[in-house]
T-cell receptor
Framework: DAGVIQSPRHEVTEMGQEVTLRCKPI?????LFWYRQTMMRGLELLIY????????DSGMPEDRFSAKMPNASFSTLKIQPSEPRDSAVYFC?????????????FGEGSRLTVL | GNSVTQMEGPVTLSEEAFLTINCTYT??????LFWYVQYPGEGLQLLLK?????DKGSNKGFEATYRKETTSFHLEKGSVQVSDSAVYFC????????????FGTGTRLKVLA
C-alpha cells in the first residue's frame, strides 16, 4: 500500500526564492497535517486540515508560509520568500480516524536547505 | 495548556539492557497518548498508543501504561536490541476547541552491541 508521499525529498534553494512542498495523503484519510522538525525546536505542527478545510493554522510561523488542500488527495506548503531560518525537515502526515484516537501516518519528509 | 515533557537524551544502553524513557503530560480534557519512533532518514511511525486511563499499549516488546494519577506514559522494554536505536517521541492528542496533536521533543536511543 502506498503511504504518504512527499516531494521533493531534498530541496536546496537561495534566500528569497519560493519553495513549494507537496504531499499526497493516504487514500481515504480525511485529516492532513504539516509539521516542521528542527534540532532547536523539535517537531512543530504548522497546520491541520480536516476534509480539505484548514482547521488550525496557529502554528504557521508568519505570512511567508501558506498551505492549501484543493482536494482530498493533494496538499501544498509554500514558503515565499524563503529565509535561512526556514531550513528544516517538513513532514506531512495523514489520518483516517478521529484525530483524538487515530494514528498519524507520516511521509518521509522534505529536507529544505535555504542558503 | 497542553504539553508533553520527555526525558532528555541521548540514552545509551548495551544490548539486552532494560529501557525506560519517561514521559509526562499536561492536558485540558481527556487525551489519548502515543509513542512514535523515528529511524534515521524516515518519518515518524506509531509504536503504541493508549486512549484511556489504565490502558496499556504494547508493540514489538515495548510497553507503556496510561497513568492518569501521575499524568505519565513511560515507555519500557525489557531487553533492547541494536535495531531499537532510533528517536522516540511521546505525544498526546486532545480536543481543545480544535483537535491538538502535541509531540514531545524526542529522546534519542543508542543501543551498543
Amino acid at each position: 500500500d502506498a503511504g504518504v508521499i512527499q516531494s521533493p525529498r531534498h530541496e536546496v534553494t537561495e534566500m528569497g526564492q519560493e519553495v513549494t512542498l507537496r504531499c499526497k495523503p493516504i487514500s481515504g484519510h480525511n485529516s492532513l497535517f504539516w509539521y516542521r522538525q528542527t534540532m532547536m525546536r523539535g517537531l512543530e505542527l504548522l497546520i491541520y486540515f480536516n476534509n480539505n478545510v484548514p482547521i488550525d493554522d496557529s502554528g504557521m510561523p508568519e505570512d511567508r508560509f501558506s498551505a492549501k488542500m484543493p482536494n482530498a488527495s493533494f496538499s501544498t506548503l509554500k514558503i515565499q520568500p524563503s529565509e535561512p531560518r526556514d531550513s528544516a525537515v517538513y513532514f506531512c502526515a495523514s489520518s483516517m480516524d478521529h484525530p483524538n484516537t487515530g494514528e498519524l501516518f507520516f511521509g518521509e519528509g522534505s529536507r529544505l536547505t535555504v542558503l | 495548556g497542553n504539553s508533553v515533557t520527555q526525558m532528555e537524551g541521548p540514552v545509551t544502553l548495551s544490548e539486552e539492557a532494560f529501557l525506560t524513557i519517561n514521559c509526562t503530560y499536561t492536558a485540558t480534557g481527556y487525551p489519548s497518548l502515543f509513542w512514535y519512533v523515528q529511524y534515521p532518514g524516515e518519518g515518524l511511525q506509531l509504536l503504541l498508543k493508549a486512549t484511556k486511563a489504565d490502558d496499556k499499549g504494547s508493540n514489538k516488546g515495548f510497553e507503556a501504561t496510561y497513568r492518569k494519577e501521575t499524568t505519565s506514559f513511560h515507555l519500557e522494554k525489557g531487553s533492547v536490541q541494536v535495531s531499537d536505536s532510533a528517536v522516540y517521541f511521546c505525544a498526546l492528542s486532545v480536543y481543545s476547541g480544535t483537535y491538538k496533536y502535541i509531540f514531545g521533543t524526542g529522546t534519542r536511543l543508542k543501543v551498543l552491541a
